[in-house]
């Protein structure tokens, strides 16, 4: 099993840029797909973002249609990171964004969930 913690939430203005991070323990990082989604008021949690387990360097990423060219993902399997680049934020990001780590592809499952970092973006 891995812990996941979430860092780097805050408030932004429309149009302005925040990283997320996703530090993981545990197991071996580098062997979970990880995954980001978020979840605002009254709405269900939708998925954000992937980024597949690492094999010599390649990994492959997968985007929300709502964020795609906005928003990217990275991993940093030495500092047993993920991370969530977010620019050309809009007020519909708002949102607890939650970081997960998983053994399949962007449907999932996702074994392993964050506690979530909150997002709002102001108008």
């Known amino acids: 099993q891995v812990q996941l913690a979430e860092s780097g939430g805050g408030l932004v203005q429309t149009g302005g840029s925040l990283r997320l991070s996703c530090a993981a323990s545990g197991r071996t990082f580098s062997g979970y797909a990880m995954g980001w989604f978020r979840q605002a008021p009254g709405k269900e949690r939708e998925f954000v973002a992937h980024?597949?387990?690492?094999?010599?360097?390649?990994?492959?990423?997968t985007y929300a249609d709502s964020v795609k060219g906005r928003f990217t993902i990275s991993r940093d399997n030495a500092k047993n990171t993920v991370y969530l680049q977010m620019n050309s934020l809009k007020p519909e990001d708002t949102a607890v964004y939650y970081c997960?780590?998983?053994?399949?592809?962007?449907?999932?499952?996702?074994?392993?969930w964050g506690q979530g970092t909150q997002v709002t973006v102001s108008s």
């Open positions: 980024i597949s387990w690492s094999s010599r360097s390649t990994t492959y990423a």
């Open positions: 997960a780590a998983g053994s399949g592809n962007y449907r999932g499952p996702y074994e392993n």
